[in-house]
């Protein structure tokens, strides 16, 4: 479980103040500057990469939802050394 906190924007534009909260992730709202206790690896490692979320908690956590395996081998290449099918 990991603890994360959006940072808001203080201005939204022309002066006026920034949303005072924010939906996302799969619908979890998210109070400006308050921390939500959030248990979803895949939501908590995307905050951990957005600039406008604070993560707290282990540096990593273990995603369900793997990136596929890349299939086949090493790129082929012709004899000559340019690009192969």
């Known amino acids: 479980m990991a603890k994360i906190t959006w940072l808001g924007d203080d201005e939204f534009r022309d002066g006026e103040p920034g949303p005072s909260f924010t939906t996302c992730f799969g619908g979890i709202k998210f109070p400006k500057g308050k921390p939500v ?3 979803d690896p ?3 490692n995307r905050a951990r990469k957005n600039q ?4 707290e908690g282990p540096d ?3 995603s369900l939802h793997p990136e596929p395996k890349r299939r086949g081998g090493p790129e082929r290449r012709k004899a000559d050394g340019s690009a192969g099918v």
């Open 60 to 62: 990593e956590f273990v």
């Open 52 to 55: 406008f979320f604070e993560v």
């Open 42 to 44: 895949d939501f908590i």
């Open 37 to 39: 206790e959030v248990t």
